[in-house]
């Protein structure tokens, strides 16, 4: 069933990667749009969607991972946190935050890594929402890779075998302490999901969006716009989503 239904989300992210990633051009410095934001949440929440034929969305087991290197202010790394709790405002709306339906989790990443809360530990939109807003920020570089190894280790120690694997990775700036394309690459291979938000107009985006899995790149000036784009989103009906 997991290889089913991680075969059915790579499907409709492949099919309608001409939209999602063709759409937001990295080298011209475009941001992505609101109706681009929803459309893959809706693809990464409920595939089915986009299927006309009979379609169960899966359980989802989701990780947040927020940049909390130096190059974030305090301010800026409040509205990331804000921007994270409308996209998991979102996913909730699509696929139900529960025990028994998707679970999230979160960690936080500079020089080290620290896993904020685990999949199992809160089981509502609203907890999830409060202990996100309690998460502090901290200092030091950005490694995505040890990010990453530690969202494996986070879906592991908690493994569910139905569940498809979504990781929500945000950084400002180019990784350093390691290439995490490597380990990017074996997860996808699995069947697990890496969306990657970038922010800034830096010369290396095209390298930080090859960690992501095909048509889950997004774009922004700045965690501003990031927030705005995402409380868009939310207002939008469903048929400007899959239009």
């Keep these: 069933m997991k290889g089913f239904c991680a075969l059915i989300l790579t499907a409709v992210l492949l099919l309608n990667e001409g939209y999602v990633a063709n759409s937001v051009p990295w080298s011209k410095g475009r941001s992505t749009t609101a109706s681009e934001l929803a459309h893959i949440l809706v693809t990464v929440a409920a595939p089915c969607t986009f299927k006309q034929t009979n379609c169960k969305n899966p359980a989802l087991d989701i990780v947040f991972a927020l940049d909390s290197s130096s190059s974030i202010d305090d301010t800026e790394f409040k509205v990331q946190k804000y921007a994270t709790q409308l996209i998991a405002e979102f996913i909730d709306k699509h696929g139900l935050i529960a025990p028994d339906g998707t679970r999230v989790g979160a960690l936080t990443f500079s020089t080290d890594v620290v896993r904020e809360f685990e999949l199992n530990e809160y089981t509502d939109l609203a907890t999830i929402k409060a202990y996100i807003d309690a998460i502090d920020n901290r200092v030091g570089a950005t490694n995505i890779k ?81 927030a705005k784009v995402a409380k868009e989103a939310q207002g939008l009906d469903h048929k400007n989503i899959i239009a």
Excluded at 162 to 178: C, F, H, M, P, T
Excluded at 181 to 206: E, F, L, Y
Excluded at 213 to 224: L, N, Y
């Design 146 to 226: 040890l990010a990453l190894e530690t969202a494996q280790l986070m879906f592991e120690d908690f493994f569910l075998e139905e569940s498809q694997k979504i990781i929500w990775l945000l950084a400002d700036r180019v990784y350093n302490l390691g290439d995490p394309r490597p380990r990017a690459t074996s997860m996808k291979k699995q069947g697990w999901i890496i969306c990657v938000v970038v922010i800034g107009n830096h010369g290396n985006v095209d390298e930080i969006a090859d960690i992501a899995s095909p048509g889950c790149a997004v774009k922004f000036g700045s965690f501003t716009e990031y």
